[in-house]
């Protein structure tokens, strides 16, 4: 029996090809993100038909994040927010505008910082007739405070526990996410975690019990869906990684009659 959690895979190198979507999908992907801050409009274009020529071979519909850049500075592997431009940026607008031209189902708003930013995103997608569910990337401090408010504007949020460890201490995350978790609850909100879920999947074809423990909790926690970035993207191994991830999904879920949480 399938886990009713939503695992969420981010396309790239490792995962973009026909054969090892299948795979994917095989092994319950239910959704594909794609990371906007990489890669030209021709090579989502042949992402997005792949994902949904696959979905289709299997009889089901894989619904696809596009997920905005937003105005992030890139240092040494990694990025930063640039807090002197706006949320929404001149790329975003292109790349949004090519995600409701080819009919994407969410798109995640980087570095949301208030609900005037969900706001303005969905002028924009109404603007330009789309119908498009938004999501909130929760990475700034600011966003925290702001949580409520955003969270009404939004159909979902996704907790980017990355950048929060660039605006927090590390000890503080776990807490931080317990309550954006909880406040998701309370809307009816779709909630997302993400970041670093499975790394070490990367490289290994097994995770760490730490990673078993953190996804475990995650869904106790009531988390509707969890993400893979890197793992999938460009892991050596990311069939593996979906396949474990629902194997935790599933005990998880079978668990939560016996543990109380929040």
Do not use: C
């Amino acid at each position: 029996m399938e886990s009713k959690t939503i695992i969420i895979a981010t396309i790239g190198p490792a995962s973009n090809n026909r054969e090892t979507l299948s795979e994917l999908v095989g092994v319950h992907m239910n959704m594909a993100r794609l990371n906007f801050s990489w890669g030209t409009h021709q090579e989502h274009l042949e992402q997005i038909k792949t994902i949904r020529e696959v979905a289709s071979e299997h009889g089901i519909v894989i619904p696809i994040i596009q997920d905005l850049s937003g105005p992030r500075v890139e240092d040494g592997g990694g990025h930063h927010f640039s807090g002197d431009m706006k949320v929404i940026t001149e790329k975003d607008r292109n790349d949004l505008y090519f995600g409701i031209e080819n009919k994407i189902e969410y798109v995640a708003l980087s570095f949301v910082g208030n609900k005037d930013d969900m706001i303005e995103l969905k002028k924009l997608i109404k603007d330009k007739g789309g119908n498009q569910k938004v999501i909130a990337k929760i990475e700034r401090k600011v966003a925290v405070e702001n949580l409520i408010s955003i969270i009404e504007e939004s159909d979902g949020i996704m907790i980017a526990r990355g950048d929060l460890g660039n605006e927090f201490p590390l000890e503080e995350i776990p807490f931080i996410q317990h309550r954006i978790i909880m406040e998701s609850k309370k809307k009816g909100r779709m909630v997302i975690v993400s970041t670093q879920m499975l790394l070490s999947m990367t490289s290994s074809p097994h995770p760490t019990r730490a990673e078993v423990s953190d996804v475990a909790y995650a869904i106790l926690d009531g988390a509707v869906a969890v993400m893979l970035s890197e793992e999938s993207a460009i892991g050596k191994y990311p069939v593996e990684a979906v396949s474990i991830m629902e194997k935790i999904a599933r005990v998880a879920e079978s668990n939560r009659n016996n543990i109380k949480i929040g």
